[in-house]
Every structure is written in C-alpha cells, then in structure tokens.
C-alpha cells in the first residue's frame, strides 16, 4: 500500500481531453501546482512548465483521443504520518466521458438539500484530496432519494457545492450568483472558466454567501465540472427555475471553450 490507500495523502485531477486537445489544460496545470505546494509536494521536472506537462499528459494519449484523463498524485516513500519524502509520484489513467462538456443538452430535474452531511467550511474542501467519504455518502444519499443531485450546505448552513460540481445562481437582471470558497467548496477548474468567461464578457458576477432561502429570488441555476461543463438546474426542492436561461448560458460558455481554451 502506498501512502494515498494508508493515508489519503495526495490528490487527483479529472481532465477532459477532446480529439486531442485539452481544452482547459492551463486551469488544470495552475490547480494541480497550488495543491502540491499545499501539500509540501516537491514537483517532478515533467511539471515544471505548462509544455512540459502537457507533453507529459499527451505521452498517455492515443492520437486524437477524446475521454477522461484522470491524474492521481499521491506523496512518494513511506513513514507513518510525517512521511520520509515529498517526491510526487503520478498514475494516469484513461477512461470514457460521461457527456463531456453537456453535450447532450442534459439538465438537473430533481435537486435536493443533503441531510446526512454537512461539510466544514474551514476543513480542505478547496482542494481535490484523495480521501472523498463526504462525497461518496452523498452518493449513496442521493442514490437512495432517487434525486439528480444534492445541495450541500455547511456548518453555518449556507450553500457551498453539489456532490461533484460548483454551483451558481442567475437573477432576473442576469447577474450571477456563487459562494465564495470560504463557504468549503471546491475550487473548481470549471468555476474558475466561468469566471473568466463572465469576466470577458461583461456578465457581473457576485461571490457571496448563500443561504437556501436565497434561492427563491433567482430566475436559474447551473452546476459546473471539468468534465461536464455547464449542466442547468431544472428545480431544487420546490423551486422551480428558468431552463432556457442557463442553457442559453451553457452554450455561450461551450462555444468559448472550445473556440479559446
């Protein structure tokens, strides 16, 4: 066993990767080289520049490849809780995507709020460690409610993320609405492209805390991840939200994706 089955101790990235490309590479390089120095990694010569984990990444890619790239990095040698080294050693590993970038048109028709878990807005949510049992009760929470997702709030009852994705807001004014990471959430890949999407578009977007009866006041919702891009929220509880706003939205980010990044 090594130190990510003993201890959790690393992390792990899910890229998408579409007829060779990787269309958010850079944001996945930036957050990989902010968890590794939070977690005292020291960084192998293969990521030292954006070109050079690129190469890395492609060297396990067939030509033209589309599917999921996910990258384990877990702390290298042994020792108990002080480890005896900081090395990174990596696995990669290729799979199918599922509905990469919502290609599809799927939404969410069913969200509810999680009972069974809260998370910690001051534990290691902005990071995307190895040891993930919050979101695997969810899972099994969301499987045994028969829901599309679940809302998770924190210790101070406040909105922070989906099971696996980001969550935003939209008003009628057409401004958008997220929590900030002080709430516990994942500092996400496809968080941070909307923000810049929005940024350079001129869309006003706001990070503030969010308490679920907030929500009432907003037209739309939409979840994000590095994998299935922008996914809009038909209802949660018994909200009811706009679906042709945030899937006109879904498309506008699509179509900057895959024309920009």
Not at 52 to 77: H, N, W
Not at 183 to 189: A, T
Not at 232 to 256: H, M, R
Request: net charge positive.
């Amino acid at each position: 066993m090594d130190r990510g089955q003993s201890y959790g101790d690393g992390f792990f990235e899910s890229i998408l990767a579409l007829k060779g490309r990787i269309p958010l590479l850079k944001l996945h390089y930036e957050r990989i080289l902010k968890t590794a120095s939070f977690l005292k990694f020291i960084v192998p010569a293969h990521f030292l520049t954006l070109s050079q984990f690129e190469a890395f990444l492609k060297s396990y890619m067939p030509a033209y490849y589309s599917g999921r790239i996910k990258l384990t990095v877990v702390r290298d040698g042994d020792g108990l809780y002080l480890p005896v080294s900081n090395l990174m050693r990596c696995h990669v590993r290729l799979s199918e995507a599922d509905n990469p970038f919502n290609h599809f048109g799927k939404f969410k028709n069913k969200v509810e709020i999680a009972e069974k878990i809260t998370v910690y807005s001051g534990g290691l949510g902005n990071y995307k460690l190895l040891s993930r049992s919050e979101q695997v009760l969810l899972s099994l929470e969301n499987h045994e409610k028969n829901t599309d997702d679940l809302m998770v709030l924190n210790e101070k009852s406040e909105i922070v993320e989906c099971i696996s994705s980001n969550i935003f807001f939209i008003d009628s004014a057409g401004k958008h609405f997220y929590p900030p990471l002080s709430s516990g959430c994942l500092d996400g890949v496809m968080r941070r492209a909307v923000l810049e999407f929005c940024k350079e578009s001129g869309i006003n977007c706001v990070e503030i805390p969010i308490k679920p009866a907030d929500i009432y006041a907003f037209k739309a919702a939409y979840c994000t991840n590095a994998i299935q891009g922008v996914v809009p929220i038909a209802k949660i509880g018994n909200n009811v939200f706009d679906l042709p706003t945030s899937f006109q939205f879904s498309t506008n980010i699509l179509n900057y994706l895959i024309k920009n990044k």
